[in-house]
T-cell receptor
């Protein structure tokens, strides 16, 4: 059974703080993804990684960065949190080839920036 | 921008009826198609995937794919109140998946 875990279910941060969201998968998947989900806007891809230390920008990378030092772990970083980054953040992983196989989602982190 | 379109709903069906959810996509080169279910406050969970034209059945769920018309649908037979959720259609786009905004389904007892 694929398991994707995220470090926090709920997080409250202040404007300007640096925020780290962690994601770990236990299925040896090559590909990992970060999305945000907002009402009326659906799931939007922020970044994805197809290998250790490899990353690609998604549709909305501005204000975010990522790190993948180990295959099982993919971190999303908000360098200076802003209120418009209040959202549900979802991590996902998939086996190769990416895009062909289904993605498995973690439980999500609901981030509130005040 | 490659699009995946779904009617936002809500789609309301009585318990025991067939629920029909539809999705259209713009990229003719798409090869993989997925349906996810998302309960309120939860993350999406995979229901079905389909790669070839035609129907694919799994229990009460049937996915239908028509690449010529660029649509994919999900039928839920014998709908139950526990099926009430948002259903997301996803289509491959290079390395990633493009998700529709989802259709809200309400099954009334």
């Amino acid at each position: 059974d694929v398991k994707v875990t995220q470090s926090s279910r709920y997080l409250v941060k202040r404007t300007g703080e640096k925020v780290f969201l962690e994601c770990v998968q236990d299925m040896d998947h090559e590909n990992m993804f970060w999305y945000r989900q907002d009402p009326g806007l659906g799931l939007r891809l922020i970044y994805f990684s197809y290998d250790v230390k490899m990353k690609e920008k998604g549709d909305i990378p501005e204000g975010y960065s990522v790190s993948r030092e180990k295959k099982e772990r993919f971190s999303l970083i908000l360098e200076s949190a802003s209120t418009n980054q209040t959202s549900m953040y979802l991590c996902a992983s998939s086996p190769d080839p990416a895009g062909y196989y289904e993605q498995y989602f973690g439980p999500g982190t609901r981030l509130t920036v005040t | 921008q490659k699009e995946v379109e779904q009617n936002s709903g809500p789609l309301s069906v009585p318990e025991g009826a067939i629920a029909s959810l539809n999705c259209t996509y713009s990229d003719r080169g798409s090869q993989s198609f997925f349906w996810y279910r998302q309960y309120s406050g939860k993350s999406p969970e995979l229901i079905m995937f389909i790669y070839s034209n035609g129907d694919k059945e799994d229990g009460r769920f049937t996915a239908q794919l028509n690449k010529a018309s660029q649509y994919v649908s999900l039928l839920i037979r014998d709908s139950q109140p526990s099926d009430s959720a948002t259903y997301l259609c996803a289509v491959n786009a290079g390395y990633a998946l493009n998700f529709g905004k989802g259709t809200s389904l309400l099954v009334t007892p």
